[in-house]
Structures are given as C-alpha cells and as structure tokens.
C-alpha cells in the first residue's frame, strides 16, 4: 500500500515539474514581451517594487496552496488578512503591547481562524466553498466591530520606534534596494516548501487530497491533515495582514478584501489543482508573479485598469484551460 | 456532487433565511452595532419621547468620512428625540447593495430616510419609491438625479474640484504636469470633483499638462492605489510634477507610495478627505493640501430636515452647500480646521 502511494508521488512529481516547466517558461515570455515594450521595466529599480507588490499576494498564495492540495478551499483567507492587520493595531494602539507579543498574537489569530474554518469543513461536515464563505462575512463583520468603522493607526508619537518597524517591514528595504516583505516570504517559502515535500505532514496533505477514502484507508488522519492546511492558510493570511498594516501604519478595515480570490488565480496559474492533490510552493509563486508582472508590465506600458481586469481574466482563463487539457493528454 | 451535498447546502441556506429573517440587521455590520449605540442614547434621554426611527443609509461602512456623518446625524437624532438606525453597504462599489437597504427602508415605514447616494442616476428608481410612500426624504453627500430628495445638503463636489485646481495651480505657479487618480468608476461625487478640475485647468491654466487622459482607477483599496502609483512613477521615470489623489483611499496609496520612494516635496501631493493618517502625511510634508469636507454637518442637518418636515414645512428640494476647506501644513492645527476634522 505505502509503496504503491510513493510510485503515485514520485509520477505526481515528474509531471508537475514538467508542467511547471511550461509555466515558468511563459513567465520569462511575458518579461521578454514587457523588456521590449517598455524601457522601464527591465529596470532593477522597477523589478525590485515588482517584488515589493507582489511579497503580500504570494504569501497568501503559498498557504492557500495547502488548503487546495488537501482539497479544500478558502475564501475567507482576505478577511483573515483583515482581521490579524486590525488586531495587530489594536494591541499596538490601544494595548500599548510590546512587538514581538503583538507579532505572536495577530499570527496566532490567523491560525485560529484556519483552525475555525477546518473544524467547520471536517466535524461539520460542510463543504469547504461554504463554510468560508459564511466566515469571509463573519470575519470581516469582527473586523468591523474591532475597529469600529475606522482605521486604527499604528503610529504612536510616544513609542515611535513601533511605528518604524512595521513601516520597515511592511516596504522597508535592505541596502536600499531588496524589499524586507520579499525576503520575508523568501523564508517563509522555503519553510513551507519543506513542510509540503520533506515531511510527513506534507505528504498525508497530498494524499488527502488526491484521494481522501484511500488516504484515510491507509492510516492518514485525514480530519487532522485538513486541518493542519486551513491552520497554514490561516497563518499566512495573518502574516499578510501583518505586512499591509505595515506598510500602510494603520490597520485598515477593508484590508485583505477581495485578496482571496487573488490568491487562488495565483495558484490555479501555478497550477495548483482545485481538485486537490497536487501543486508546489515554487508554482504559487510563479502564479503571483505572473499576475504582479502582468499587473506591472500593463501599468507601464498606460493600459487602463478595465482592460487589466479582462486581461488577467482571459489569463486566468487560459491557464485553468491549459491545465485540464494537459491533465487529459497525461491520462490517455 | 451527491445527494448529500445538496442536503447540506439547502439546509445552510434555510437556516441562513431564518436567521437572517429574525434579526434583519445581521447582514449589515455597521447596521447591527449602530442600533445599540442609538438604543443607549435613546434611554439616557429622561424625557424621551421616543418619537420613531430615522433611517440614514450612507456609502461605505468603513470611510471616516460616512462614519463622521453618522456622528452628526446621531446627534441630531439625539437633540429631537429620535431613534436613528444607521445602515450602510460595504463599499462604495455595491450601489445595488444600496438600492435594497432603501427598499428595506421603505417597507419599515420610518419617519424619514437620510441617504447619501452613491449614484445619482441608480437610486433615482428607489427614491421615487420613498417620495411615493409620503417619506421625508433628505439627502446627504449626494442627491439622486431625478430630483426626489426633499433636500441635500452637500458639498458642491464641482466645487471642490474647481478648489483643487486652484491648489493646484498656486502649487506648481500655473505650469507643470498632473497626474489624477481616481478611486473607482460609478461614483457622482469623485466624477464631479474630476470633471471641476479637469474643466479648470482646460480652461484657465493651459500651461498645466493633465497627463492622463483616460480615467485612472485603483479599486478604492490604498495598497492597490499605492502599488499603481509606483507603476506610474517608474513609467514615467519620476517625471511629474503632481499628483492628485481623488478620495481619502487613493490619497493614502499615492502618499504612501511617494513616501517609500523617499519623494516627498520633490513630487507634490494634494487630494481630499482627511483621516488621521492624512494628517500624519500633511505634517510630514508627504501631502501639500487636502480638501476637506463637513460630513459631520451633512448629517446633523439632513436629521434636522427631516423634523422640518415633519412640522410641515416644505423643504423644496433645496441645495445647502456644507462647505469645504484646504488643509495645509500651515493651518492643520487651527481650532476651526480641528473642530471639523473631530467632530464632537
């Protein structure tokens, strides 16, 4: 039995690199096309911000990748974000609480919220698109309640040093030039690219997802795994919602909306399957740069923001295509 | 997708009707922690008639602008006696959102409506509805264009564009390049305030260059207004004078962008609505001016209209302007400037 799984794996593997191969060569096709294009953004000075507007989107990308590999869905991850920036600035604000606690707290907030979500989808019973559909309401409705309408600034003339770090983490950067948010999700990419390949954790989440009953057959705790990818979701929609109170010095009550939608055409593009199963860390992040490149390379070259939106659909649209088309030629 | 499924799904939804049905706030978040504010308030009056509901339906529940104009209208409500119920969609985009929420209204027969229309042209369907049903109707922020509202108290938005140009103008000694970005389409108030200025400087400052022709949008969220604002300085290599920033959202991106890049004074930004965090920017020297409005007024007044009404008086869809203002650096800590900016 176990042998069988790791055959399944190891073909799993050959054929999503390969496909991934195909992915990442679009991607330098798009920047071949916007180099000619536009002067400006082969620019290190452009490519740099690139990395600094796209750090946010791929951190909630990369969780959402668990969630969808364990065959779940979660669209409440922009209320998370939402929710851990307005707790971080309340502590910060009217707590006075000291950096590191805050940091600990609004993170665990994410994770709680994932953890809420996975108990709703598992013990429930309900199917995940609802289940996080109705806590994408309830969350943003606490985080309205928190923040009574308002944004809650982080700046404090008394400590102002407070205010400094998240400014510096949120679009600080190191010798003037690499963003500290990108590096951030550097480390945090690496970290959850281990825990998806080299542990066993990772490896019942890709079971689960490709096949729950065989999975559960063979000895996974398939509730507990769901649950572990919601709780990862949930954390990097905290750290996300950290970094956008960060650069922006306040805790903003519309923070995060619309983000998780965002977060999922960044994985189906990196080809993160929706059916579960299947998908990378390296593919997340490939999907949100594509879309930040696109985003970027449209903003320099003046095209306006409705023509951006029907692109990055049709985008979107072609890559789910590709995807299910390639999936039916591997399985003739 | 089985039988199952289904089972759950329906049961959800019908549980969700119930629910929805027996606390008709629960939707709107604002809505449901407004109504114990005003509870409260009724019952600290000791003579207090309770004399009826005032519906007042503004724009966007998280905007400090719609959150002052809450505070003055709860005032108002306070002063004569009224319980007022604040409802609000969660952005300015749902202007269907809003429609329903004036339905709802209707149907709970209040003494009168205070609205802030998000589109003129949209909400003139349900405002006919109000008038229809003999309820006061006044308007604040924004009127709808078939003429409904009893009367609006409101910000000549033209007017305010006209007052940017102007800044504008005196900012760069009647010479330079501008750039305009807008929060988002389909709102009255943000294309008026574009058309005063774009208007002004065709007509009185040829020598200012609004170098974007097409409407600019960054989808009313500050870091989407930030992240576009860089776009554009790299475009254009940090090759602009100015930039106006058309609401408080797009206002804190471009700031906020400006500030990343190390440009402040060197790029020159101006914009309208004030949080705290645009007084933070003004101060830093990220921001030259502001304009700012009265929203605190906007509502206090439009409740007061309603109890105009209600002794008789026809309003006669009259315009009564609330004001607007240019903040500066120099006179951000004026007792005037401060006073409308927290309002009591």
Same mark, same amino acid.
Request: net charge negative.
């Given at each position: 039995?176990?042998?069988?799984?790791?055959?399944?794996?190891?073909?799993?593997?050959?054929?999503?690199?390969?496909?991934?191969?195909?992915?990442?060569?679009?991607?330098?096709?798009?920047?071949?096309?916007?180099?000619?294009?536009?002067?400006?953004?082969?620019?290190?000075?452009?490519?740099?911000?690139?990395?600094?507007?796209?750090?946010?989107?791929?951190?909630?990308?990369?969780?959402?990748?668990?969630?969808?590999?364990?065959?779940?869905?979660?669209?409440?991850?922009?209320?998370?974000?939402?929710?851990?920036?307005?707790?971080?600035?309340?502590?910060?604000?009217?707590?006075?609480?000291?950096?590191?606690?805050?940091?600990?707290?609004?993170?665990?907030?994410?994770?709680?919220?994932?953890?809420?979500?996975?108990?709703?989808?598992?013990?429930?019973?309900?199917?995940?698109?609802?289940?996080?559909?109705?806590?994408?309401?309830?969350?943003?409705?606490?985080?309205?309640?928190?923040?009574?309408?308002?944004?809650?600034?982080?700046?404090?003339?008394?400590?102002?040093?407070? @205010?400094?770090?998240?400014? =510096?983490? !949120?679009? /600080?950067? +190191?010798? %003037?030039?690499?963003?500290? &948010? #990108?590096?951030?999700? $550097?480390?945090?990419?690496?970290?959850?690219?281990?825990?998806?390949?080299?542990?066993?954790?990772?490896?019942?989440?890709?079971?689960?997802?490709?096949?729950?009953?065989?999975?559960?057959?063979?000895?996974?705790?398939?509730?507990?795994?769901?649950?572990?990818?919601?709780?990862?979701?949930?954390?990097?929609?905290?750290?996300?919602?950290?970094?956008?109170?960060?650069?922006?010095?306040?805790?903003?009550?519309?923070?995060?909306?619309?983000?998780?939608?965002?977060?999922?055409?960044?994985?189906?593009? @990196?080809?993160?399957?929706? =059916?579960? !199963?299947? /998908?990378? +860390?390296? %593919?997340?992040?490939?999907? &949100? #740069?594509?879309?930040? $490149?696109?985003?970027?390379?449209?903003?320099?070259?003046?095209?306006?923001?409705?023509?951006?939106?029907?692109?990055?659909?049709?985008?979107?649209?072609?890559?789910?295509?590709?995807?299910?088309?390639?999936?039916?030629?591997?399985?003739? | 997708?089985?039988?199952?499924?289904?089972?759950?799904?329906?049961?959800?939804?019908?549980?969700?009707?119930?629910?929805?049905?027996?606390?008709?706030?629960?939707?709107?978040?604002?809505?449901?922690?407004a109504a114990p504010v005003t509870e409260e308030v009724v019952e600290e009056e000791p003579a207090a008639e309770n004399k009826g509901k005032i519906?007042?339906?503004?724009?966007?529940?998280?905007?400090?602008?719609?959150?002052?104009?809450?505070?003055?209208?709860t005032k108002a409500a306070e002063e004569l006696g009224y319980e007022l119920v604040?409802?609000?969609?969660?952005?300015?985009?749902?202007?269907?959102?809003?429609?329903?929420?004036?339905?709802?209204?209707?149907?709970?027969?209040?003494v009168?409506?205070?609205?802030?229309?998000?589109?003129?042209?949209?909400?003139?369907?349900?405002?006919?509805?109000?008038?229809?049903?003999?309820?006061?109707?006044?308007?604040?922020?924004?009127?709808?264009?078939?003429?409904?509202?009893?009367?609006?108290?409101?910000?000549?938005?033209?007017?305010?564009?006209?007052?940017?140009?102007?800044?504008?103008?005196?900012?760069?000694?009647?010479?330079?390049?501008?750039?305009?970005?807008?929060?988002?389409?389909?709102?009255?108030?943000?294309?008026?305030?574009?058309?005063?200025?774009?208007?002004?400087?065709?007509?009185?400052?040829?020598?200012?260059?609004?170098?974007?022709?097409?409407?600019?949008?960054?989808?009313?969220?500050?870091?989407?207004?930030?992240?576009?604002?860089?776009?554009?300085?790299?475009?254009?290599?940090?090759?602009?004078?100015?930039?106006?920033?058309?609401?408080?959202?797009?206002?804190?991106?471009?700031?906020?962008?400006?500030?990343?890049?190390?440009?402040?004074?060197?790029?020159?930004?101006?914009?309208?609505?004030?949080?705290?965090?645009?007084?933070?920017?003004?101060?830093?020297?990220?921001?030259?001016?502001?304009?700012?409005?009265?929203?605190?007024?906007?509502?206090?007044?439009?409740?007061?209209?309603?109890?105009?009404?209600?002794?008789?008086?026809?309003?006669?869809?009259?315009?009564?302007?609330?004001?607007?203002?240019?903040?500066?650096?120099?006179?951000?800590?004026?007792?005037?400037?401060?006073?409308?900016?927290?309002?009591?």
């Open positions: 039995m176990i042998e069988s799984l790791k055959e399944k794996f190891g073909k799993l593997k050959k054929t999503s690199f390969y496909q991934l191969l195909t992915r990442f060569t679009i991607l330098i096709i798009l920047f071949l096309i916007f180099a000619l294009t536009t002067n400006n953004f082969i620019k290190p000075s452009n490519l740099l911000t690139i990395t600094l507007q796209v750090a946010l989107y791929a951190v909630l990308a990369c969780g959402m990748t668990f969630v969808l590999i364990v065959g779940a869905i979660d669209l409440s991850v922009g209320s998370i974000a939402g929710l851990s920036g307005i707790v971080c600035a309340i502590l910060l604000r009217d707590f006075g609480m000291t950096i590191p606690l805050t940091l600990l707290i609004s993170i665990i907030v994410g994770a709680i919220s994932g953890l809420i979500n996975g108990a709703l989808t598992t013990y429930l019973k309900l199917p995940p698109f609802i289940a996080t559909l109705g806590t994408m309401w309830m969350y943003r409705g606490v985080v309205q309640l928190l923040a009574d309408g308002q944004p809650v600034t982080i700046r404090n003339p008394e400590h102002p040093e407070v @205010g400094e770090f998240f400014k =510096l983490l !949120g679009s /600080g950067r +190191i010798w %003037g030039s690499i963003p500290i &948010a #990108f590096i951030i999700m $550097i480390v945090l990419a690496i970290i959850l690219n281990i825990i998806l390949n080299k542990t066993v954790l990772g490896r019942n989440m890709f079971a689960t997802g490709s096949n729950t009953e065989a999975a559960r057959l063979s000895g996974i705790n398939v509730r507990r795994t769901t649950i572990y990818g919601f709780i990862i979701g949930g954390i990097m929609a905290g750290i996300a919602g950290i970094l956008i109170t960060g650069r922006l010095s306040s805790g903003q009550v519309n923070a995060g909306q619309g983000y998780e939608l965002e977060a999922v055409a960044a994985c189906v593009i @990196g080809r993160v399957s929706l =059916l579960g !199963g299947e /998908g990378s +860390i390296i %593919g997340a992040l490939i999907g &949100a #740069f594509m879309m930040g $490149i696109l985003r970027n390379g449209l903003n320099l070259n003046g095209v306006g923001s409705f023509w951006q939106q029907i692109v990055i659909g049709i985008v979107l649209i072609i890559a789910v295509f590709s995807d299910l088309y390639q999936r039916k030629r591997i399985n003739e | 997708m089985n039988r199952k499924f289904f089972v759950v799904f329906f049961a959800v939804v019908l549980i969700a009707l119930v629910f929805s049905a027996c606390q008709p706030a629960v939707v709107e978040p604002v809505a449901e922690e519906y007042a339906i503004f724009k966007d529940s998280a905007s400090v602008f719609f959150a002052d104009m809450g505070k003055g209208a604040i409802q609000n969609p969660k952005s300015e985009a749902e202007v269907d959102k809003q429609i329903s929420l004036v339905e709802d209204a209707i149907a709970a027969n209040p009168g409506i205070v609205l802030s229309v998000i589109n003129s042209e949209a909400l003139t369907i349900v405002t006919e509805q109000v008038k229809a049903a003999g309820i006061p109707l006044t308007c604040a922020d924004n009127g709808d264009s078939g003429g409904y509202c009893d009367a609006l108290y409101a910000t000549d938005n033209v007017q305010v564009g006209v007052d940017l140009a102007e800044k504008a103008a005196e900012l760069l000694g009647g010479k330079g390049t501008v750039w305009y970005l807008s929060p988002l389409a389909g709102v009255q108030c943000v294309n008026d305030r574009e058309e005063g200025f774009r208007e002004t400087m065709a007509t009185k400052y040829p020598d200012i260059e609004i170098v974007n022709e097409e409407y600019e949008y960054c989808d009313n969220d500050k870091a989407v207004c930030a992240n576009r604002t860089l776009d554009f300085l790299t475009a254009r290599n940090d090759d602009i004078d100015l930039i106006v920033g058309a609401n408080e959202n797009a206002l804190i991106g471009v700031a906020t962008a400006i500030d990343e890049r190390g440009l402040a004074g060197e790029i020159l930004v101006i914009g309208l609505d004030a949080s705290d965090d645009v007084i933070a920017f003004i101060k830093k020297g990220v921001i030259q001016a502001s304009a700012i409005q009265n929203p605190f007024n906007m509502g206090y007044m439009a409740v007061y209209g309603i109890q105009e009404m209600v002794d008789g008086k026809d309003l006669g869809h009259a315009y009564i302007d609330s004001g607007n203002w240019m903040v500066t650096a120099e006179n951000v800590d004026d007792p005037e400037i401060q006073a409308i900016l927290h309002p009591q």
